[in-house]
C-alpha cells in the first residue's frame, strides 16, 4: 500500500510559477514510477507528466513541454513538478499518481494504469 500526499497548490497570475510536491509513504518508492494528472471542472483527468523509477525517462503532455518539469528525490520519497510560465488554461486540481510494475510507454498517459492516487492539490492561475 502506498500513501500519497500533494502539496504546494495555490492562487498564482498567469505567468507565475508554483512548484509542486507529492511525499510518499512505503519503503519501496524508488522502484515505482511516478506521475501527475490534472483535472479541470468537468472535464476528464489529463495527462501531464511522467519520471521513471530513476528519473532517467520523463514524458510530458505537449501543452506543459518546455514550461513543466518533473523530478524526484527517492531518498525523500518524493516527487516534485515545477510549474513555469503558468497561463490559466493550467487551472485544475493535480494529482501525483505510482504507476508499478513495468510500465509501457503507450500506457504511461492512461489513468486506469496507475494503482494509487494522491487527494489532488488545486492550482489556479488567474488572468
Known amino acids: 500500500q502506498v500513501q500519497l500526499v500533494e502539496s504546494g497548490g495555490g492562487l498564482v497570475q498567469a505567468g507565475g510559477s508554483l512548484r509542486l510536491s507529492c511525499a510518499a509513504s512505503?519503503?519501496?518508492?524508488?522502484?515505482?514510477?511516478m506521475a501527475w494528472f490534472r483535472q479541470a471542472p468537468g472535464k476528464e483527468r489529463d495527462f501531464v507528466t511522467f519520471?521513471?523509477?530513476?528519473?532517467?525517462?520523463?514524458y510530458y503532455a505537449d501543452s506543459v513541454k518546455g514550461r513543466f518539469t518533473i523530478s524526484r528525490d527517492n531518498a525523500k520519497n518524493t516527487v516534485a513538478l515545477q510549474m513555469n510560465s503558468l497561463k490559466p488554461e493550467d487551472t485544475a486540481v493535480y494529482y501525483c499518481?505510482?504507476?508499478?510494475?513495468?510500465?509501457?510507454?503507450?500506457?504511461?498517459?492512461?489513468?486506469?494504469?496507475?494503482?494509487?492516487w494522491g487527494q489532488g492539490t488545486q492550482v489556479t492561475v488567474a488572468s
Open positions: 499518481a505510482v504507476y508499478s510494475g513495468s510500465y509501457r510507454p503507450t500506457q504511461v498517459q492512461v489513468p486506469s494504469a496507475y494503482d494509487y
Open positions: 519520471i521513471n523509477w530513476n528519473g532517467a525517462v520523463k
Open positions: 512505503g519503503r519501496t518508492f524508488s522502484g515505482y514510477h
